[in-house]
């Protein structure tokens, strides 16, 4: 069968997707599949909905090697069990199942009582897997969930087939930053990593021997401590933790061949690594924010529970806050 017809075909497409507008609607309601709001048609313009929500993922944690581990009978029924109980959880906390990738589940929430609704929804799931799938199945069953809020831009992708085919052949694109970076909260989510650093001893710069290149005027002189006949370095000592990039920043060379670091006069530097790991549920800070106004007396945030995440989740700007909660049942 020659293959140039259906180019011929799809290009035509292409260029339609290019000369129509795409048009969104305001909805507070998670739309689906089946919203008659939604177009996707060839020749006019395509309508879409935006919703101003949180977005959660949740992903198993270590699924190649509980399969490499396991029977295949015995993940099925993990992998069964586990799906069901998030689709059962989203629901029982008004929210609404969007994608199942594999063993990642989405699910969106309508705006009103999103932040309480979300988090909720986190802790139940997490329970399940810890109290439940890990100790009925007698596995090392971890998922990881994240959380953001946002706009999400939703358009309907796809074509029109007869049969059984037809629903297999469309679907529902969530299109935002919230749904990317809730996707990578989720992807280091109870997950342990390690990292090289460098720990470094050094006799720091004296700040009286650096000479402003701005000194401040004040009607009593000069605000400046700039001393030149001070000593460039302390005669303390101090030290500091650098990452491998920090480290290899703070080194520069001479004309001559010499070596300088930056900070301070290295007296030893040692290489070393370390180990640490993000809890299961992981919010972004809009998020932690929105459930600490919403829920002010909860239990979690009287206690100051949700803590700070200090290594930087690639790909991912701002604060996030992390904590392994389960229901006291």
């Known amino acids: 069968m020659p293959v140039k017809p259906i180019i011929d075909e799809i290009e035509k497409e292409v260029v339609d997707v290019t000369n ?3 048009v969104h609607n305001d ?48 993940m099925g029924r993990i992998y069964t069990a586990f799906t069901k109980a998030v689709l059962k959880l989203a629901r029982h906390h008004k929210g609404h199942t969007r994608n199942i990738i594999g063993d990642r589940v989405m699910v969106v929430f309508p705006v009103k009582d999103c932040f309480t ?14 109290k439940i799938i890990n100790k009925k199945f007698n596995v090392d069953f971890k998922c990881g969930i994240g959380i953001d809020f946002g706009e999400l831009r939703v358009i309907k992708v796809g074509i029109q087939r007869n049969g059984s085919e037809n629903g297999e052949n469309k679907g529902l694109v969530w299109v935002g930053y919230p749904a990317n970076l809730a996707s990578r909260l989720t992807d280091v989510a109870n ?9 470094v001893t050094r006799h720091p710069i004296n700040p009286r021997a650096i000479k402003p290149m701005f000194p401040m005027p004040s009607i009593f002189g000069t605000t400046s401590n700039y001393d030149p006949n001070a000593p460039f370095y302390l005669s303390t000592t101090e030290t500091v933790e650098l990452t491998v990039e920090e480290f290899a920043n703070s080194i520069a060379q ?32 809009v998020v932690y924010k929105g459930y600490k106004k919403a829920k002010p007396n909860a239990n979690d945030i009287k206690g100051d529970w949700w803590q700070e995440q200090k290594h930087d989740i690639p790909n991912v700007k701002g604060k996030v806050y992390g904590e392994d909660l389960t229901w006291s049942i």
């Open 20 to 22: 129509t507008n795409f």
């Open 117 to 130: 609704n979300a988090v909720n929804c986190a802790t139940s799931i997490n329970h399940v897997a810890e």
């Open 254 to 285: 001479y004309d001559d061949g010499r070596l300088f670091t930056g900070g301070g006069k290295n007296i030893k530097f040692e290489k070393k690594t370390r180990k640490y790991s993000y809890p299961p549920i992981l919010l972004s800070e």
């Open 191 to 199: 997950k342990s990593f390690e990292e090289d650093y460098f720990k």
């Open 27 to 74: 909805t507070s309601v998670v739309p689906s599949l089946k919203d008659s709001d939604l177009t996707y048609e060839s020749g006019v313009d395509k309508k879409g909905k935006k919703i101003e929500t949180c977005v959660l993922f949740v992903d198993i944690r270590n699924s190649v090697a509980l399969t490499e581990k396991h029977h295949t009978q015995t």
